[in-house]
């Protein structure tokens, strides 16, 4: 079992992921991450097909960083890829505003957009 060094925030962000897909075809989309720590997140709702070890642009807000995929799980045709990813040490952490609010992940979709535009404006 791996031991994280980091505590994680159970907040759920939208955000933009943009990179080469198992085709090396270049994509973007948007994507939610939450499990989120300053080194890493999890991508959830991913269309495209993905490799370990591969490079990954994660966008939020107007705060873009590079990060690594670290492994892919297909969850099928219906909820995508779940992707995990871990941030490059040069790189800057997008979601940082996030990472310091007291906020617990919920399905539903309207708490997001709210809990996003106001961490947006801080």
Same mark, same amino acid.
Request: aromatic content about 4%.
């Given at each position: 079992?791996?031991?994280?060094?980091?505590?994680?925030?159970?907040?759920?962000?939208?955000?933009?992921?943009?990179?080469?897909?198992?085709?090396?075809?270049?994509?973007?989309?948007?994507?939610?991450?939450?499990?989120?720590?300053?080194?890493?997140?999890?991508?959830?709702?991913?269309?495209?097909?993905?490799?370990?070890?591969?490079?990954?642009?994660?966008?939020?807000?107007?705060?873009?960083?590079?990060?690594?995929?670290?492994?892919?799980?297909?969850?099928?045709?219906?909820?995508?890829?779940? $992707?995990?990813?871990?941030?490059?040490?040069? @790189?800057?952490?997008?979601? !940082?505003? #996030? +990472?310091? *609010? =007291? $906020?617990?992940?919920?399905?539903?979709?309207? @708490?997001?957009?709210?809990? !996003?535009? #106001? +961490?947006? *404006? =801080?």
């Amino acid at each position: 079992m791996i031991e994280r060094k980091e505590s994680r925030v159970r907040v759920e962000l939208r955000v933009e992921i943009s990179g080469m897909d198992a085709a090396c075809e270049t994509f973007r989309q948007t994507a939610k991450a939450r499990n989120l720590s300053r080194s890493g997140a999890l991508l959830r709702g991913v269309t495209a097909a993905l490799r370990c070890g591969d490079p990954l642009a994660i966008k939020y807000g107007e705060r873009q960083g590079q990060f690594r995929i670290i492994w892919v799980l297909d969850r099928g045709a219906r909820d995508g890829f779940e $992707v995990a990813v871990h941030r490059t040490p040069s @790189s800057l952490c997008p979601w !940082e505003a #996030a +990472l310091h *609010q =007291k $906020v617990s992940i919920r399905d539903d979709e309207r @708490s997001i957009v709210d809990r !996003e535009e #106001a +961490l947006l *404006q =801080k």
